[in-house]
């Protein structure tokens, strides 16, 4: 079994990847692909660079040239839900694209021609992840549900309130889940996504974002996907 290991940024993945034994490196559609054994697993990591497009190129060649099992996404977000704190830990149980809008063609926020808004992740994984996190993190408040993904880093109080008032479940805010959920729909692979909370996506976000990536993110995620694998 392989499972790929996938964050946005270095800061997210910089741990993960030392880690790697006998690892090998192929470099496919701009992207370094890192192949070795983690803890014990056949893995593949990769950084999917931002964005919905990136990361839904990175999870097509997960799929289609290493057949990849599942797909883990480690990173940040920004807490939008009242609850969802800087330093907190969300395990995504479905996404949506917040800025997807063919209205009036289709209803807002609704995939055209896939009949739904929300992609799901996998359960299995995601309790796996989840109980991962409790071990990794265990003064972390976890939480667990819709992740919203969107090709806008959300850095004022204003757009946070908007997108909270339209989507009132929405735990947390990043720019590439909701690409890869639906890939991985297409192609039926599994996938798990966990995101430590880096800033409240409000006029703080900028200055909160930089320094938790620049201080904890890859401590985290190093912490959690060890936690997963063994
Ligand atoms: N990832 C981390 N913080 C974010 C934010 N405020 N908006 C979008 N993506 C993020």
Not at 26 to 40: K, P, Q, S
Not at 43 to 58: D, F, N, P, S
Not at 121 to 128: A, D, K
Not at 132 to 146: Q, W
Request: hydrophobic residues 45%; negative net charge.
């Amino acid at each position: 079994m392989t499972i790929a290991i996938v964050s946005a940024m270095r800061e997210e993945l910089a741990a993960v990847l030392e880690g790697i034994e006998h690892g090998e490196t192929d470099h496919i559609a701009g992207r370094e692909f890192r192949r070795g054994r983690l803890h014990g697993h056949e893995v593949v990591a990769v950084l999917a660079r931002i964005g919905k497009v990136a990361a839904a190129a990175t999870a097509t060649v997960l799929a289609e040239r290493y057949r990849v099992d599942a797909i883990v996404f480690t990173g940040v977000a920004g807490g939008l839900a009242p609850g969802v704190q800087r330093g907190d830990v969300v395990v995504a149980d479905e996404f949506l694209q917040h800025d997807m809008d063919a209205s009036p063609l289709f209803p807002r926020f609704e995939a055209p021609l896939y009949g739904r808004a929300r992609f799901p992740t996998e359960p299995r994984w995601s309790e796996r992840l989840a109980e991962a996190v409790k071990r990794a993190l265990p003064n972390a408040v976890l939480h667990r549900g819709l992740v919203v993904s969107g090709d806008r880093f959300v850095s004022s109080a204003a757009e946070s309130r908007a997108l909270r008032n339209a989507l009132p479940d929405a735990l947390a805010v990043e720019m590439e889940g909701a690409a890869i959920a639906q890939v991985c729909l297409d192609y039926g692979l599994a996938y798990a996504a966990v995101r430590t909370v880096s800033d409240r996506a409000d006029d703080e976000a900028h200055g909160d974002f930089q320094k938790f990536v620049e201080e904890t993110a890859s401590r985290h995620s190093a912490a959690i996907i060890r936690a997963l694998l063994t």
